[in-house]
């Protein structure tokens, strides 16, 4: 197994890995597009000096995917820029043997060589193979998004 950056002739590959992470998502949301839901701007993240879009490789196909992105945060807190993790996808048959978390582990030297020290990223609360994938790197939970529907009947 191979860690890379993804390069713009994974383009393809990464789609089709997206829609992975959308159909995994898609139960703990019933306001997810049926058809043409996108999550990320994959030329961008491949692209920019701000992000890193990491891929595992094994005989040159995708086994796990991930992202971090510096961005800037909120001024009330104490670190000006933070790392937001993203596109965190592993294969099911890759499942369970801390590929996560070795994908997370690079994604966060990385952005330690920028000179970022806090990190964020969000999952569903029921989510919670990857609660604990994220939590045995290191993570805790923090805010809860709460929401509410004011339309007509979906
Ligand atoms: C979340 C995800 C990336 C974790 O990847 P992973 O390589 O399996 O994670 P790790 O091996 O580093 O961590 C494994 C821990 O997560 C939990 N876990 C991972 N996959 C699991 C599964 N299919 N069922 C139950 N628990 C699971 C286990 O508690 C496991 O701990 P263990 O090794 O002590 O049993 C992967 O399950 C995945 O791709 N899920 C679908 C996409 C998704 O939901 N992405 C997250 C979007 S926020």
Redesign the pocket.
Known sequence: MQFRHATISDIDALLTLEQ??VE??RPFNSVIKAHGARYYDIPDLIASDNSCLLIADVEGSIVATGYVQIRQSKSALVHDVHGYLGF???APE????????QMMDRLITWAEGHGVNDFY???YSA?Q??I??YE?AGFQPSLLEMKLHRGNKR
């Open positions: 992975g992470v995994a998502e965190m996808y592993v890759y499942r369970g043997q801390g590929l996560n978390k990223l969000d999952v989510n193979s990857a604990t994938a045995k």
